[in-house]
Nanobody, 123 residues
């Protein structure tokens, strides 16, 4: 059974940085994507950063490209999301998820989800 637990959310001023962590238990890195989704108030949940199975190829949504970086430490079974140059519109609930995909940002490809961690960016 795969279990995910996010941490690292909080409040920050615009232009600041946060690093989210997702502890994963039972995550099979060779076969599963690791992905960060977020839900901004009033909008549908969207995939924003993904790291592929095996090779570790990464994908980013246009809204975060160049500002956010997804990494993983397999020895610690942890996914990370480094978020720089945060904007008020980045405010929302951030979730990590894992699954076989094959499309990095399609929720249908994800079996396991964390509970989420709140990020609030003030102007």
């Amino acid at each position: 059974q795969v279990q995910l637990h996010e941490s690292g959310g909080g409040s920050v001023q615009a232009g600041g940085s946060l690093t989210l962590s997702c502890e994963t238990f039972g995550y099979i890195y060779d076969y599963y994507y690791g992905t960060w989704f977020r839900q901004i108030p009033g909008k549908e949940r969207e995939g924003i950063a993904a790291i592929g199975a095996g090779t570790g190829r990464t994908w980013y949504s246009e809204s975060v490209k160049g500002r956010f970086t997804i990494t993983r430490d397999t020895s610690k079974e942890t996914l990370y999301l480094q978020m720089n140059s945060l904007k008020p519109e980045d405010t929302g609930m951030y979730y990590c998820a894992t699954g076989p995909g094959p499309r990095p940002f399609a929720e249908s490809g994800y079996n396991y989800w964390g509970q989420g961690t709140q990020v609030t960016v003030s102007s």
